[in-house]
C-alpha cells in the first residue's frame, strides 16, 4: 500500500477521514510526492481566490509555494468533517485549521473526491476557502 495512504481505520471512521488526515500530515512534513498520490491526475486545487492549480505538477508547485509563503511552518488539521457520498463521488467539508508562528486560520473547506476503479479515494476538488470563495470573487 501506497505509505500515504493509511491502512488503518478507527472503528466507525469513514476511510476519507484517515485520508485527509494522511494529507494533512504529509503537508506539515512538505513531503510533496506522497502528497501528491492523495489527488487525481486532473485534480483541481483553489490556492487562493482568482488562483487555481490544475493537475498533479501544478498542484506541487502550489504547495512549494504555500510552504514558502509560512515560513515552512504550516501545519493542517480538520475540526470537524461531514462526508456527503453517492456512489463513487464525495463531497467534505469541513472545519479546517491552518497553524502558523502566526497563530490559527480557521477555514470551512469543501473537497470532492472520486473513488477510482481501484477502490482508493481521490481528491478532485481541493477548495479550502469553501463557500468563502463567494465572498472574495465578484
Not at 469513514?14 to 501528491?36: K, N, T, V, W
Not at 467534505?92 to 473537497?111: F, P
Request: charged fraction near 25%.
Amino acid at each position: 500500500m501506497d505509505p500515504a495512504f493509511p491502512a488503518a481505520l478507527h472503528p466507525g471512521q469513514h476511510p476519507l477521514q484517515a485520508l485527509i488526515q494522511a494529507a494533512d500530515e504529509a503537508i506539515g512534513r512538505e513531503d510533496f510526492d506522497a502528497l501528491l498520490a492523495f489527488y487525481t491526475d486532473d485534480a483541481l486545487l483553489l490556492v487562493k481566490p482568482g488562483l487555481l492549480a490544475r493537475g498533479k505538477a501544478q498542484i506541487r508547485q502550489a504547495f512549494v509555494a504555500i510552504a514558502e509563503h509560512f515560513d515552512h511552518d504550516l501545519r493542517v488539521r480538520q475540526d470537524r468533517l461531514e462526508i456527503l457520498e453517492a456512489g463513487d463521488t464525495a463531497l467534505v467539508v469541513a472545519q479546517t485549521l491552518l497553524d502558523t508562528r502566526h497563530g490559527t486560520l480557521s477555514r470551512r473547506a469543501t473537497y470532492v473526491f472520486r473513488r477510482e476503479a481501484d477502490g482508493t479515494w481521490r481528491c478532485a476538488v481541493d477548495n479550502s476557502y469553501g463557500t468563502d470563495l463567494l465572498e472574495a470573487t465578484p
